[in-house]
């Protein structure tokens, strides 16, 4: 039996703890809705923002947060990893990012930047959006992020 394990991590001299939050509520989970097969789903509105306002989340000014998205991460986004709807896929992508407005988060652009002071005001704002595939099915799939201050 083999299997793998992932380490991810960040060094940073600032520290900001993040909650995610789906319409202003904080949770973990995202319903992403149901799709026609090929079908474009509705882009669900989500922030990761400062759980305090003190701290380290309190000196971000002047900072940029780097967030790396780690996953099942395609050219297009984040792959099904335990549905049956295997080609389907979520398009992942900034709202109000520092270098660009939208910047979509795949496999060859896994880290998305951010003015950093936005932790504790507005959030640091994303869509997720399910793309179906030709095979009808469930989607299931998680992400992981890691944020770096500088």
């Known amino acids: 039996q083999q299997g793998d ?10 520290t900001c703890n993040l909650t995610p939050q789906i319409s202003g509520t904080v949770g973990d989970t995202i319903q992403l809705g149901t799709v026609t097969p090929n079908g474009i789903g509705s882009e669900i509105p989500f922030a990761l923002k400062a ?10 000014s002047n900072k940029t947060a780097d967030i790396t998205w780690s996953g099942q991460l395609t050219e297009k ?12 896929y979520v398009a992942l992508k900034t709202v109000n990012g520092k270098t660009q407005p939208a910047q ?8 998305v930047n951010f ?5 504790t ?7 997720a959006q399910l793309k179906g595939g030709q095979t009808p099915g469930d ?8 944020v770096t201050y500088k």
């Open 51 to 60: 759980s305090s306002t003190t701290g380290g989340c309190a000196s971000l």
């Open 139 to 146: 989607f299931q799939g998680a992400a992981a992020y890691a």
């Open 77 to 88: 986004g984040f792959a099904n990893q335990g549905g049956v709807a295997r080609d389907s």
């Open 104 to 111: 979509e988060v795949k496999a060859s652009n896994s880290t």
């Open 121 to 127: 005001t507005e959030g640091f704002k994303f869509t």
């Open 115 to 119: 003015d950093a002071s936005k932790a």
């Open 5 to 14: 394990v992932k380490f991810f991590g960040s060094v940073s001299a600032t």
